[in-house]
């Protein structure tokens, strides 16, 4: 009997650390750079503050998600690190 409750012990404890092993992060590899974060950050201020104007055209930009392109634009131009466009 003893032995069945030490044996059932030491199971228990082998499948918590091997859950302890799995739950533990993996090293997180940035899409975007800092610099390039900085850069929409910079755009959407521009945005809500209503100086952020388009390329050709130079209308007014309303829509974050445009002023969030811009700043991706803007940080690629620059060389920093961020995915390329979907095409």
Not at 5 to 33: F, G, L, M, Q
Not at 40 to 66: D, F, I, Y
């Amino acid at each position: 009997m003893a032995t069945k409750k030490s044996a059932a012990k030491a199971n228990s404890v082998n499948e918590s650390s091997a859950k302890k092993k799995t739950a533990s992060k993996k090293p997180s590899t940035r899409k975007y750079s800092l610099s390039a974060s900085k850069n929409v950050e910079t755009e959407m201020k521009a945005m809500k503050k209503g100086t952020l104007k388009s390329g050709r055209s130079g209308k007014k930009v309303t829509n974050p998600k445009q002023a969030i392109a811009i700043g991706l634009s803007e940080a690629r131009k620059a060389g920093k690190k961020v995915p390329a466009k979907k095409s």
